[in-house]
């Protein structure tokens, strides 16, 4: 199996949210339910204060503290590439996946009873294309494929001050810092 995963490169995000828009309009996501997030994070005082914005969906981490919390085994890695996806056919929409995800990846949908998560645009992939968010990103911070590669241009680092520690979920993302 080739674990996939996501680059992030904080020093060129803006915050601008554009991989968010373009992942609930792929997606048709109501309001209030987001697969992809922007957070602000400040840091410093006057006169060297910082602003840091970060792009996440789900990790499609190496731990995923949703999968054994799962009463029902819905949520389940895709044994050929590690992502972490949800069958609708067992999910009993009881939330327990939310709970545990320490990145709030797992999404309540009202409509249909159960829970939703960013897939990697899997249906793109499938047609050979990158995933909405890399796609739609202006500044091209976000990356997206097999996670070993991404370490190896990017490098390790895989949290930022404010985020739950990586430690956690073992969560497949490489974050360039300042």
Sequence with gaps: MTQIGFFIDVTKCIGCKTC???CKDKNNLEVGRNFRRVYSFEQGVFPNPSLTHVSLSC???DVPTCIPNCPTTAIFKRAEDGAVLIDHDKCVGC????WNCPYDAPQFNEQLGKMTKCDTCFDLRDAGEE??????????????GPIKELRKKYGNV????GMPSASITKPNLVIKTK
Excluded at 95 to 98: A, H
Excluded at 132 to 143: D, G, H, N, Q, Y
Excluded at 158 to 161: A, L
């Design 20 to 22: 968010v828009v373009a």
């Design 59 to 61: 990790n499609h981490c």
């Design 95 to 98: 939330r327990y996946c939310e």
């Design 131 to 144: 995933p909405v968010c890399v796609t739609s990103c202006p500044l091209r911070a976000i990356e997206f």
């Design 158 to 161: 895989s949290e930022i001050k």
